[in-house]
């Protein structure tokens, strides 16, 4: 079973990944992004460090990915905190041109060679909140983020995983209202509509052996 979750920056998917992978028996898949060496100087100048850090991320993203394929032959559950797919989103918001052309050529090819979720867990959030979630978590390189650029990358999100959504298993979760790290009630919440999703029984921990 490969889930993974989505969502726009700061939505909770990397918390609500870690959270749900004990329930699920899973291993993570993390994304990793601030090992990308222009991230920092992108947000200064998005026009001026746009191709290489969308590139950068792109192959990062692909030989991550590329993992997926190892745990489910090992029949391992597998929930990773973003999708291979949703890199082109930033690349249509950021690049244009023959850098936009050539930056799809590559994805395309290397998109065929990668398995597809059998879940997006798409995670959602007004822009206001998410600007209350980034400055709470105050990373260095965020804090220059402009609230224009956050609620057109949510619209993005939005349009993006509505185009998306056809021929694959999809569910949408508004968390304005939800706190899965402090309250149990959420996330069991969370985790029950995820099981209804992909028509799964409530999980059973094993039992210890009896001497």
């Not at 699920?24 to 060496?37: H, R, W």
């Not at 052309?101 to 090819?109: F, G, M, Q, R």
């Not at 959504?165 to 790290?181: Q, R």
């Not at 029950?192 to 409530?202: D, S």
């Amino acid at each position: 079973m490969y889930i993974a979750i989505e969502g726009v920056i700061a939505v909770g998917k990397t918390t609500l990944s870690r959270l749900l992978a004990p329930a699920f028996g899973a291993e993570l898949l993390l994304e990793i992004f601030e090992e990308n060496p222009f991230l920092a100087d992108f947000y200064k100048d998005r026009e001026a460090y746009a191709f290489q850090t969308q590139i950068f991320f792109l192959l990062s993203r692909y030989h991550q990915q590329k993992k997926v394929s190892r745990h489910l032959k090992e029949n391992e559950h597998l929930i990773a905190d973003y999708t291979f797919e949703k890199d082109a989103l930033f690349a249509g918001l950021n690049l244009a041109g023959d850098e936009l052309a050539t930056y799809h050529s590559v994805h395309s090819a290397l998109a065929e060679k990668l398995p597809v979720p059998d879940l997006i867990v798409y995670l959602r959030a007004e822009t206001d909140v998410l600007m209350q979630r980034i400055a709470h978590r105050d990373r260095p390189y965020e804090r220059n983020m402009e609230r224009d650029y956050i609620d057109s990358l949510n619209h993005a999100y939005d349009d993006f995983f509505a185009s998306q959504h056809a021929g694959k298993t999809m569910l949408s979760i508004d968390t304005n209202e939800l706190n899965y790290v402090a309250s149990a009630e959420d996330l069991n919440w969370v985790e029950t509509r995820i099981r209804q999703a992909l028509k799964l029984a409530p999980f059973q921990p094993a039992l210890p052996l009896e001497n």
